[in-house]
């Protein structure tokens, strides 16, 4: 961890909120299947920090695989849940660019859980807002890092 680096919020719900300070490790920005589910049912939502693109990009990173293993048990042990799978961007670059690539990296997480976790396709939704609803302030990097996320809203 870097020193002195502003916290990060590695998962959001109304029971947990876990900040660390600079960069955020693999171990910690996981969140368990069972967080998720509890998330779900108290909030209808949960936002996850670890599913990880590169900037601009809309491919999963393999470092993502953790979390997408819990999403994918998650939907294993709820039959019939169906989720939204939120893509949302920082404000860096035009409205328009990031509705794209927040859509496309949407469509990643559904693609990567139908193709690697068995998820089947009509459970999921991917929807981009790009940076129409953020939880921090676009003015500060822990903002932006803030906003820079992929929310599942039960369906």
Known sequence: MV??????????SSERQLRIPGPVPLA?????????????ASDGKIAL?????????AEVKPTSEDTLVQIG????????????VVGHTDNNGAFSSNIDLSQKRAAAV??????R??????????VGVSFAAPVGSNSTEEGRAKNRRVELVSN
Not at 28 to 40: D, F
Not at 73 to 84: D, G, T, Y
């Open 3 to 12: 020193s002195g680096a502003p916290a990060r919020i590695v998962a959001i």
């Open 110 to 115: 559904v693609k990567a859980l139908v193709e």
């Open 117 to 126: 976790h068995g998820v089947k396709k009509d459970r999921l939704t991917p």
């Open 28 to 40: 910690v920005a996981r969140c368990s299947q069972a967080e998720m589910a509890h998330a779900l």
């Open 73 to 84: 048990k998650l939907m294993k042990e709820n039959a019939q849940m169906k989720l939204l």
């Open 49 to 57: 920090y670890g599913i990880y693109f590169d900037s601009s990009k």
